[in-house]
């Protein structure tokens, strides 16, 4: 019985990240428990914002639930007695936004998949693990960041969500200069658009005649695969969950 | 007109081609020579007083201390905070780019992953940059490789593979295809210093080169014959500096150990600690070396930086290198040979009773610890320490924070002599041709140690800071101050200039932010 009772986190830890039930039930315990501190949105409030915690975003499991279970000295983070099951849900539901592409496995073959990358040109301007371009965003943690239905999503219809920093973007400078590429970061006064030769263009509202926000992505829809290839493809992308914390380019601005 | 004609040779320094842009700033210390010259001179001594804040970029996880100098090429700026994170930002706007954050593999020291790195271990001075990739060292001994462009991690490697880490702090150095690192930990009793150097493009080790060498090579007799070797600090922690014409790189290194203050378990000089070395940059081998602190019992690392200077010396021009040590003395060295040409105190030093022809400092033997406690001067902080001095040719002057202090030393450890002397902190200008302060400017306010940095202009200015945060601009020649301005937070780093479009911006870090100012 203890040792069942020892193997019971894990147990329930495997089945919770996607099961949308336990997840209900943490979103009411992290309403009541967490939302005072941590905010509704879990972006801040008097507490931290969990989208910066390296602990909430890439560490293991057992931490953050041990965290909860023992709070942290010395901070108005305290323990909080209650039953396991209820503070993995709260782990659960936290995930769900944190790292949103935990679940099972994607069937498919990887390997075949990591092929369909190559072939198909994606790494031209994604990186995988520190090897390809730069004009779309590092894949090396998609896995982590997004549920597999969505990486599916992103390959067909690549428009239906532009990930933050990369919408598309034409300038016409008074110069009569014209240029293309993703905005990664702009306000009042300047934009900073990544060109699709890999080199910045850091300009001033006032130097720019024309900007036009594309709505669709740079990146082409991908057809011609096979179901079989786009299969392999999304378990390969989901393969990927390197803990990086990259936060948006937004996040420094609140 | 002398004075013009002696200006214009001393100004003829060649640098390194990679660095003649003189818009940017690409290593810790501008360019390979380690002067932290910058050739700008939009903002002088006749506008300064009218520099203004540009743009303000806050950290938002906050460091302890912010210790790096922001590089800056074709008008993005780059910098590190502490051993875990990277920015890439817009270097006339301050807006964000992209950021890297590094999952430390294993906290430094404790080798439990859920312990936070030891203190010290989490600082860091900040980048190296070539071609589409950046450097920096990590609080976990690592050195990344990271692109340029989108700040994804491209490699990474340890650079105290198998070995215990105790961080890596220090700017990485870029020569040629090889980015070039060192260690901390010297003060740990469990390390043996190496430098080394990684293939740019694959991360891999091309080369190591210990500072303390195994029986059986060269100076090992500098030790005694025991194992003492292998945990003798002299520890890389700084940036080195080069020169492409000699095909040499100059390293500074660490205080000799196990034990810092007690050295009757390493009779001997314990080579190479507390030296200057010159290596090959494609193998590492070392050409010569000129010890400052030979048996160093007042930790006292060499680890200031090595500026290359071109300059006349007594009527001759001559290849210098120049280093203001922690133990108070300014050294001139000839950079061909090794060969020492001078000493003199730049702030209270009363360790050595002399130097020998050769340049071997003899110390006092008062000046010992012991178990009554030995008064000496500096104190354990240094006459300076790391914070990087800056020398500028059209003054002849080497610009650097100072500290005139005492300390008692005891084989146990040291303290400070508060009774006979309050420790005084400085900002010094001494000249290069004589060694002697041409102008001091003497900080009021709190005389903790100031490891604020320097650096000078084209524009007749050189800039420095208060321990409290005043970030100062003053006139390079005199020392009177033009401008000043309270950035509300403590600076533990060195400013740098740099150009975007035809406006001169003047950054430095402070405490948990970078600022920038310009003229209206």
């Known amino acids: 019985m203890r040792f069942l009772l020892a193997l019971l986190p894990a147990i329930l830890w495997g089945q919770l990240p996607s099961d949308p039930a336990a997840i209900a039930k943490g979103e ?47 901070t108005e983070m305290i323990p909080f007695r209650l039953p396991e099951e209820q503070l993995w849900q709260i782990v659960a539901y936290v995930y769900s936004h944190t790292r949103p592409g935990l679940g099972p496995p994607v069937p498919g073959d990887v390997a075949a998949g990591e092929h369909v990358f190559e072939q ?27 549920p597999a239905e969505k990486i599916r999503e992103s390959i067909v219809n690549p428009s239906a969500e532009i ?53 669709h992505s740079l990146m082409p829809a991908t057809t011609g695969l096979s179901p079989e290839q786009l299969q392999n493809l999304v378990a390969f992308l989901h393969r990927q969950r390197a803990p990086i914390l990259k936060f948006p380019v937004t996040f420094f601005n609140y | 007109m002398l004075f013009l004609a002696l200006t214009l040779t001393l100004s003829a320094q060649t640098i390194d081609p990679r660095y003649a842009n003189p818009n940017d700033w690409l290593t810790y210390d501008r360019d390979n020579t380690g002067r932290r010259f910058s050739p700008l001179a939009q903002i002088t001594r006749a506008n300064v ?111 105290r593979e198998g070995l215990p880490c105790f961080g890596t702090t220090g700017a990485p150095l870029i020569l040629g295809s090889r980015v070039l690192l060192g260690e901390r930990g010297g003060d740990t009793g469990q ?54 014409d000699l095909n040499l790189v100059y390293w500074p290194t660490g205080n000799p150990g196990p034990k810092d203050f007690d050295g009757s378990d390493r009779k001997g000089d314990n080579l190479f600690s507390n030296s200057v070395v010159a290596l090959r940059p494609a193998s590492g081998e070392r050409v010569w070396h000129y010890q400052f602190t030979p048996h160093d019992v007042w930790d006292w690392d060499s680890n200031e930086t090595p500026v290359l200077i071109d300059a006349l010396w007594q009527g001759t021009p001559r290849k210098l290198l120049v280093q203001a040590n922690r133990n108070g003395y300014l050294y001139v060295v000839d950079r061909t040979s090794g060969r020492f040409l001078r000493a003199t105190p730049f702030a209270k030093a009363t360790w050595a009773k002399e130097f020998t022809s050769e340049g071997r400092a003899i110390p006092r033997a008062t000046a010992i610890p012991n178990a009554k406690g030995a008064r000496v001067c500096p104190d354990v902080h240094g006459g300076t320490n790391w914070q990087p001095p800056a020398y500028n040719p059209q003054t002849g002057l080497m610009y650097l924070t100072a500290r005139d202090s005492c300390g008692i030393y005891f084989p146990t450890g040291p303290t400070i002599d508060l009774e006979t002397q309050q420790p005084q902190q400085y900002f010094r200008a001494v000249e290069l041709a004589t060694g002697k302060v041409r102008w001091e400017y003497a900080f009021e306010g709190v005389q903790e140690v100031n490891h604020a940095g320097a650096m000078t202009t084209a524009g007749g200015l050189v800039f420095f800071s208060s321990r409290e945060g005043q970030f100062l601009a003053a006139d390079a020649g005199t020392g009177k101050v033009l401008w000043h301005f309270n950035t509300g937070g403590a600076i533990r780093a060195g400013p740098m200039t740099y150009s975007v479009r035809g406006k001169q911006y003047v950054a430095i870090m402070s405490k948990a932010a970078v600022f920038t100012f310009a003229l209206p």
């Open chain 1, 120 to 146: 198909a040109g994606c790494r031209g301007c994604h990186m995988v693990s520190g090897k390809g371009g730069v004009l779309g965003p590092d894949l090396s943690s998609l896995g982590l960041r997004m």
């Open chain 1, 28 to 74: 009411v315990l992290y309403r009541n428990t967490c939302a005072g501190c941590h905010g509704p949105n879990l972006r801040g409030g008097e507490g931290p914002n969990l989208f910066h915690s390296r602990m909430v975003v890439g560490g293991p499991p057992r931490n953050f639930f041990s965290l909860l279970s023992k709070g942290r000295p010395n």
């Open chain 2, 191 to 244: 390390l043996r210093g190496h430098l080394d150097a990684y293939e740019v493009e694959t991360g891999k080790l091309s080369w190591r080169w210990f500072t303390i060498p195994a029986p059986g090579e060269p100076h090992a007799d500098s030790w005694p014959a025991t194992d003492v070797w292998k945990v003798g600090g002299a520890a890389t922690w700084t940036s080195g500096t080069h020169d492409p």
């Open chain 2, 49 to 159: 007083a009218q520099m203004k804040a540009e743009w303000v970029f806050q950290i938002t996880r906050l460091p302890t201390r912010s210790e790096a100098t922001p590089l800056v090429r074709d008008g993005i700026m780059y910098f590190t905070v502490g051993g875990e994170e990277a920015y890439a930002l817009d270097a006339r706007t301050g807006r964000v780019l992209w950021n890297y954050l590094h999952k430390p593999a294993v906290s430094t020291e404790s080798g439990d992953p859920s312990q936070p790195p030891r203190q010290g271990a989490n600082w860091n001075r900040g980048m190296a940059i070539s071609g589409t990739r950046v450097f920096m060292a990590t609080s976990d001994c690592r050195l990344l490789g990271i692109d340029a462009r989108n700040g994804s991690l491209v490699w990474q490697s340890n650079v």
């Open chain 1, 163 to 215: 990930a933050e920093g990369y919408s598309a973007v034409r300038i016409t400078l008074r110069t009569g200069q014209s240029m293309g590429g993703t905005l990664r970061n702009h306000d009042n006064f300047s934009y900073q658009v990544l060109r699709q030769d890999g080199e910045y263009a850091l300009i001033d509202h006032a130097e720019a005649s024309k900007i036009e926000r594309l709505s």
